[in-house]
Each structure stands twice: as structure tokens, then as C-alpha cells.
């Protein structure tokens, strides 16, 4: 069983779970495990390691359109070295504190690779779904895709001072909450827009039609791709990019946007069935645990 199918039957079984988060009375709660192997690079740092992972869970709090409330982790690792440690609770404790939330501790255990759970809680009264979108309305990608692209390959290339800058990325909590009033449906780009666009299409029982050339590409992507393909798949497939994927009705985009301290780009339209970008097929392609 791979983990999508494996996440499926869990849905089933769970109806509190399917979305990004968990909502139970207004409390929103998310739970991440992130490995050395599959999820940080040789050359990531421990402050690097501390923001990513408590961020990842923050991020799921920002796609229910909730305030960030706090943040706990469970840290792993063969040994206990003291500046390892205090550089991972510095970037734990300094990624909630850039969305007011708090970092209130966690656990530590040993284990054979380096190994780090979270949870991240917030408040919602009205949480955005992935399941409101309707045929005709706008979708839409805060911020721009490709940077955990380009830091992966920043790592690859030896340029481990850009790959760390490049893989703190701004969980957006103060977008999601601004959203919140406009959006019919929302995730994050976790697993990359492409697959992204397919979730949400299942879960509204819609489809989408993306305009490729508005899909926002960060600028690093251009010192890493190696053609116009290369850069599509960057941007679209790698994921862990942990921006805002939303639908709204295109007469609230104007509001919505000035609603933001963040760019809104509208990357195409909600339709009847599919999945597509500039008319042909877009492949349920993305990021995958495992």
C-alpha cells in the first residue's frame, strides 16, 4: 500500500481527517514527520531543519484559513548535541513566532536517523474546506512555486548557504486567514500544484483548466532548470513548496487581493471535469512520502 492509498483508507475511516488539518470545535490540529533521508538534504542545518519541519504543520493551519495558535515537536537523532539542539529550538521557536504563534516545547527521543514530528493548533470559526469549489469560479496560487525545487538543487550543487535560505519558506498563516472569507476551497502546495489541483478536484467533484504561463515560478528555478520542461516540472512537481492553492468567485479576487500582504496570481478556471493546463492533460504528478 503506498501512502496515498494508505491516507485513503484512513479518510474513510476518520471523518475528522481528509483536509489539511483537523477541525473539532473550532480547534484546528495537524500532525508532520520528516526524516533526514527523504526530507533533509546533506548541508541542512538544525535552524534549517527546526523552521521547516514546525513550518510544514503551520502550513497545513494556514490552508484551513485559521490562526496559528502553537507548536510542539518530537525530535529524533542518534545523539544529543547540544548546539544541534539549540539551533533546531531557535528555528522552531522563530518560524512560529513570524505568524504569532508560539513554540511550546515537545519531546526527545534516540533514534538511528534523524527524525522530527509536529503538531501545530489554531482557531477557526469558519474553516476553508477542500471540498466548496464550484465550475466557474477562479483558481488561484499565493506567493510562487519552485523554491524547495531550487533548494533541493542548491544542496546538489555544493550551495548548501542557498539551499538553507531557500528551504525556510513563510508558512502562510496571515494569507490563509485573509483568504478565509473569499476562498470556496483551499490546501497547500505540499505536494506540488499539479497534484495539488487533482486533490481538489476530487474532493469538490469539479475540475480546473491552468493557464501555464500564469503559474508563478519563483526566480530561483531560472539558475537550476535546464529548459522551459525542466522549469514546468520544477515549479509543478516536486512540491514542498507550502504555498496556498484556493478557488474564489472571480468578482472577489480584487478584495481578496487586497486583503493579502502577499501576491494572488489567478492561474486559470474551475471547470465541469479534469484536470488540465493550457487544454491537455495535466498528470497527477507531485510529492510522495516514501
Do not use: K
Not at 89 to 106: P, R, T
Not at 201 to 221: C, K, L, M, N, T
Request: glycine fraction near 10%; include cysteine.
Amino acid at each position: 500500500m503506498d501512502e496515498r492509498s494508505a491516507l485513503r483508507r484512513l479518510a474513510a475511516a476518520l471523518p475528522a481527517a481528509g483536509d489539511d488539518a483537523a477541525v473539532v470545535d473550532g480547534l484546528v490540529v495537524t500532525t508532520d514527520m520528516l526524516h533526514e533521508a527523504t526530507d533533509f538534504p546533506e548541508g541542512t542545518t538544525r535552524y534549517t531543519a527546526g523552521w521547516r519541519s514546525v513550518g510544514a504543520s503551520l502550513s497545513d493551519v494556514a490552508a484551513m484559513g485559521a490562526a496559528a495558535t502553537a507548536a510542539v515537536a518530537a525530535y529524533a537523532a542518534p545523539a544529543f548535541d547540544a548546539d544541534e539542539l539549540d539551533a533546531f529550538l531557535d528555528g522552531a521557536v522563530d518560524v512560529c513566532g513570524s505568524v504569532g504563534a508560539e513554540y511550546v516545547g515537545g519531546d526527545l527521543d534516540t533514534a538511528g536517523e534523524f527524525t522530527v514530528a509536529t503538531t501545530a493548533v489554531g482557531r477557526t470559526d469558519a474553516p476553508v474546506q477542500r471540498t466548496g469549489a464550484t465550475s466557474g469560479e477562479a483558481v488561484c496560487v499565493t506567493g510562487a512555486l519552485g523554491r524547495t525545487a531550487a533548494g533541493l538543487r542548491a544542496f546538489d550543487a555544493g550551495a548548501v548557504d542557498r539551499g538553507n535560505d531557500l528551504f525556510r519558506f513563510p508558512p502562510r498563516v496571515d494569507a490563509g486567514t485573509a483568504l478565509a472569507p473569499f476562498a470556496t476551497a483551499m490546501m497547500d502546495s505540499s505536494d506540488g500544484l499539479a497534484r495539488s489541483l487533482h486533490q481538489l478536484a476530487a474532493a469538490s467533484g469539479v475540475g480546473f483548466d491552468v493557464d501555464r504561463a500564469a503559474v508563478p515560478v519563483h526566480d530561483a528555478v531560472a539558475d537550476y532548470a535546464d529548459d522551459d520542461a525542466d522549469r514546468w516540472r520544477m515549479a509543478t512537481t516536486v512540491g514542498e513548496d507550502f504555498e496556498l492553492v484556493c478557488t474564489l468567485p472571480h468578482d472577489a479576487v480584487a478584495a481578496a487581493r487586497d486583503a493579502l500582504d502577499v501576491d494572488l496570481r489567478v492561474i486559470g478556471g474551475v471547470t465541469d471535469d479534469g484536470v488540465r493546463a493550457d487544454g491537455d492533460p495535466l498528470a497527477d504528478e507531485g510529492y510522495t512520502h516514501g
